[in-house]
């Protein structure tokens, strides 16, 4: 019976398997942890601030901006802005031809003999 009880005081050696902890931060540094991939072409996005980031994108667009927000900007910056959005018309010249022609001076020409 000591024998018995001596097998069940041993220290066991367990393995302990820890599951892994799949994130955004894992996927950032080494790659995404998946089964299918999807196609993805290499964009550049830029912020609102200038600086400019390589992001990976379903479509092939070269350059992503992103828009502005217009309650940071000081009151003229704004007016400049709204100023640019604001298509230009062009003027386009039309020449009044005058038409002197007169057809009955040819009618002689066109007569059958």
Not at 4 to 22: A, E, G, Y
Not at 49 to 77: A, F, M, R, W
Request: aromatic share 8%.
């Amino acid at each position: 019976m000591s024998s018995k009880v001596s097998l069940l005081l041993k220290p066991v050696k367990v393995f302990v398997q820890s599951s892994r902890n799949i994130n955004c931060w894992i996927a950032a540094i080494t790659r995404p942890h998946r089964k299918i991939y999807l196609n993805t072409y290499p964009t550049i996005m830029q912020l609102p601030d200038g600086s400019t980031i390589n992001i990976p994108y379903h479509c092939p667009i070269g350059v992503i901006k992103l828009p502005l927000d217009l309650s940071t900007l000081t009151e003229e910056q704004k007016k400049a802005r709204l100023m640019k959005r604001i298509p230009k018309t062009t003027v386009k010249i039309q020449e009044d031809i005058e038409d002197d022609f007169d057809s009955s001076r040819y009618v002689k020409y066109t007569k059958k003999k």
